[in-house]
């Protein structure tokens, strides 16, 4: 009760005492201070009373405001959650016991969400038709232990499928119970393929060495014995082939060191060339290799394009190998033409064009690897040990710029290099 309400209380007690007091009854008196005494009593109680309402209220306040705090702050949680989510590149799963979805990041969507993803519907067997991934959440899940496995999957978009390391642990509750299993999907298509080529650039490296390196030690061991039996005859055939050998050698571990010293950074040294001066000191090196086999060859420069910000050398390597492959793959008597052009972003475009058998469409991917070749017997005779055009990527690469092929089977072959210019490197 409030102040005024006493008041009240007190005035009214007092008017009945009065009227009493005039009605010269003693026992009136008592009535009256009993009422007086009662109405305190009633007073002080409905006060405590409404000091414990009070304080519910506090209470209450307070409650509430720590009710939206925590929110707020778990709010803040699952925001930093979900950027924390979609910022990591493995693409990230949780299944319920029953494989139901509960929840997966971008990253995960954006490789395996074709299917169409629905939290708490969408089941882990509707994902991955394939078994082997509900396979490892079910171990997990089953076995209570994290698991490991390396999966071949399709993703969105793209026809080969690729290789993730999936590792899946059971999710559980704050009290231990189990409800599921998260599963992280770590890509390593890239890695993978770089072992494989690691792996295969050693055992490509040692059969290309191996090969002339019998063939001379064979012709070597045939000319001692000849010259100790005082046969002379065949010996400057076998000198001949000793040596072609041995050239053969020194262009390959020439080509291996060119390309280890691009790959790892070593110095490109830009200046302006002249294109068409570079073009036709190029045809004069490789004149012997065109007449050898009848081709055509012609030089084109466009306006704007008769220099180009490069290291001469490296640039002059690039042409020797395009040229190069042109007259060896293309038929006698083809056409080869080299185009200097302008090219995207004030720089300028090599393309090296040739009318020759093309390169079939299931190589076109690989064409840029060390070794590989399309057909190796028939590269092999005219002495390729498919290093070139892996050559000629890195050192455009090295320049900023980017190579592509066009090629039609039957109709011919086409490279095309782009050089930035000097405010593009
Ligand atoms: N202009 C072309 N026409 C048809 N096929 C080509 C052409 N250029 C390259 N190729 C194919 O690509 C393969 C790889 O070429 P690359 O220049 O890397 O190696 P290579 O010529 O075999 O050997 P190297 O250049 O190391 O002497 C060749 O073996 C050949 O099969
Ligand atoms: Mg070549």
Same mark, same amino acid.
């Given at each position: ?56 209220? /506090?209470? +209450? $306040?307070?409650?509430?405001?720590? &009710? !939206? *705090?925590?929110?707020? #702050?778990? =709010? ?38 074709? /299917?169409? +993803? $629905?939290?708490?519907?969408?089941? &882990? !067997? *509707?994902?991955?038709? #394939?078994? =082997? ?40 509750? +704050? ?98 060339v002249?294109s068409?001066?570079l073009s036709?000191?190029v ?16 030089v084109e420069v466009e306006?704007?394009a008769?220099?180009i910000?490069a290291?001469?050398?490296?640039l002059?390597?690039v042409l020797?190998?395009l040229v ?13 033409r080299v185009a200097w052009e302008k090219g995207?972003?004030?720089g300028v475009r090599l393309r090296v064009a ?38 000629v990527?890195?050192i455009v690469?090295?320049h900023?710029g980017?190579v592509e ?9 086409e490279f095309l290099c782009d050089f ?6």
């Amino acid at each position: 009760m409030n102040a005024p309400g006493f008041g009240l209380l007190l005035l009214q007690t007092l008017l009945v005492a009065a009227g009493m007091l005039l009605a010269d009854a003693p026992v009136p008196w008592l009535v009256a201070f009993t009422t007086l005494f009662a109405g305190i009593s009633a007073w002080r109680v409905r006060a405590l009373l409404g000091d414990a309402e009070e304080d519910r209220d /506090v209470e +209450l $306040t307070r409650m509430q405001g720590d &009710l !939206r *705090e925590s929110s707020e #702050a778990l =709010e803040r949680e699952r925001a930093e959650l979900s950027v924390l989510m979609s910022s990591i590149s493995e693409a990230i799963l949780a299944v319920d016991e029953s494989g139901k979805i509960l929840f997966f990041n971008d990253r995960f969507r954006a490789f395996f969400g074709a /299917v169409g +993803l $629905t939290e708490r519907k969408t089941t &882990l !067997r *509707e994902v991955f038709r #394939a078994s =082997e991934v509900a396979d490892v959440f079910q171990q997990a899940q089953r076995e209570l232990n994290p698991r490991h496995s390396e999966v071949d999957l399709s993703v969105a978009g793209e026809s080969q499928p690729r290789t993730f390391d999936l590792a899946v642990t059971p999710l559980r509750s +704050l009290q231990g119970a189990v409800y599921g299993c998260v599963g992280v999907f770590h890509d390593v298509t890239e890695l993978k393929r770089a072992e494989r080529m690691r792996i295969d650039f050693v055992a490509n490296v040692s059969h290309e060495l191996r090969s002339p390196l019998t063939a001379i030690k064979g012709y070597s061991d045939t000319l001692r014995s000849d010259f100790e039996a005082g046969r002379m005859e065949d010996i400057p055939g076998f000198v001949d082939v000793i040596s072609r050998n041995a050239d053969r050698l020194m262009a390959l571990i020439g080509d291996l060191l060119d390309l280890s010293s691009i790959e790892s950074g070593g110095e490109i040294h830009r200046q302006w060339v002249m294109s068409g001066e570079l073009s036709q000191r190029v045809l004069r090196q490789l004149e012997p290799r065109r007449a050898q086999r009848n081709m055509n060859a012609h030089v084109e420069v466009e306006p704007g394009a008769e220099r180009i910000y490069a290291d001469p050398g490296r640039l002059e390597q690039v042409l020797v190998n395009l040229v190069d492959n042109a007259f060896k793959y293309t038929q006698e008597g083809g056409r080869v033409r080299v185009a200097w052009e302008k090219g995207p972003g004030g720089g300028v475009r090599l393309r090296v064009a040739d009318n020759g058998p093309g390169i079939p469409e299931e190589s076109r991917a690989r064409i840029f690897e060390r070794f590989y070749r399309v057909d190796k017997a028939r590269s092999r005779e005219v002495g390729g040990t498919g290093l070139g055009l892996s050559i000629v990527k890195h050192i455009v690469q090295r320049h900023g710029g980017s190579v592509e092929l066009r090629s039609t089977p039957g109709q011919g072959t086409e490279f095309l290099c782009d050089f930035p210019g000097p405010e593009g490197t």
